[in-house]
């Protein structure tokens, strides 16, 4: 028979999950000597290609490439270059510079067709 009832082995589990180890090793003055891993962003930040996939991603929206084209251009799944965009302000606003490049383009060819600059 076990020494733990039901109850006492839940409470026994909830405690060891909730128990920090992490905490208590960065306590007891020991680097965590993990290294943090790079998402796909900050890997192109490292290489020095950050730049040229921002102005691809804007040219191709502005193209009106579909986000799966441009992930497939980028190398990244769909998942992932939804999850970048949200933490990086500067990919998501590569979108919208890309979105208002076509904006103006559309207008611009429709007042010149308005205006018989055709």
Known sequence: MDPFSFAETLVVLQLVNNFSFAKKIDDLGVENTM???LDTYQEWLRDGVLDDK???VQE???????????CKVLGVSECTLIKLKKT?????QA???GNDD???KL????????MGFE
């Open 35 to 37: 290294p943090k891993l």
């Open 54 to 56: 921002l102005s691809t």
């Open 60 to 70: 191709l929206t502005s193209k009106r490439v579909s986000q799966a084209e441009i």
């Open 88 to 92: 990086h302000p500067r990919l998501n």
């Open 95 to 97: 979108f919208l510079f």
């Open 102 to 104: 076509l904006k103006y």
């Open 107 to 114: 207008v611009d060819a429709m007042y010149t067709k308005a």
